[in-house]
């Protein structure tokens, strides 16, 4: 049986740190220890920084991101292509893609992929509010960016039925071969995937 090695102050945030995600009890404490060692430089500045986070960030009212204005930085970039809509899973998704520098048009946060067996419906993720964004007779294009599991691509199917009706050309994210991938360490599912997207070159 393990003994708390410290006041519950410190348990506490250990505890915290812990649910985070990537971080086990080891990290956590880790983490813990050296927040505590950086008080004044990196602990402190960080309870603010989480407090005005906490206070002002909420979730944009037209696609769903995370920001401290509704609409959103993107969705009231004037410089954005209205025309286009790409639809992610996650706002961490968002994030990766905009790091990317790739998508010039506006973004679509679902919430999620549906899990029947964890009790995820279309009624709990962001879908209806895709539907209604997609009948605007300036959207041309919808990608979808969903991620490659079995999830993802349910959820994508499911969006190609729901969107049939729109005017709008749905397109989904190549798979296959990633860049610098070496054949004999991928999966089958991901070869046979690169093989039904081959391009004629």
């Known amino acids: 049986m393990s003994r708390n090695v410290a006041g519950p102050e410190i348990e506490q945030l250990i505890q915290l740190l812990a649910r ?20 004044d430089q990196l602990m402190t500045p960080l309870a603010a920084a989480m407090t005005r986070a906490r206070d002002m960030i909420i979730v944009c009212e037209t696609c769903a991101s995370v920001d401290t204005t509704s609409p959103c930085a993107i969705c009231s970039d004037p410089r954005r292509d209205p025309s286009v809509i790409c639809v992610v899973e996650e706002v961490g998704d968002l994030w990766a893609l905009e790091r990317a520098a790739v998508i010039k048009g ?6 999620g992929t549906l899990s029947p067996l964890d009790g995820v419906g279309p009624e709990e993720l962001n879908i209806d509010k895709l539907v209604e964004r997609a009948k605007s007779d300036e959207v041309t294009e919808i990608i979808l960016a969903l991620n490659a599991t079995v999830e993802g691509q349910s959820t994508a199917h499911y969006l190609m039925d729901r969107l049939e009706e729109c005017d709008a050309t749905i397109s989904q994210l190549a798979h296959g071969v990633p860049v610098g991938g070496e054949l004999d360490y991928l999966d089958e599912g991901t070869l046979a995937a690169a093989i039904k997207a081959r391009k004629i070159l």
């Open 20 to 39: 985070l995600p990537g971080l086990g009890p080891r990290s956590a404490r880790r983490a813990a220890l050296h927040l505590i060692k950086k008080k």
């Open 106 to 111: 506006r973004y679509h946060v679902l919430g």
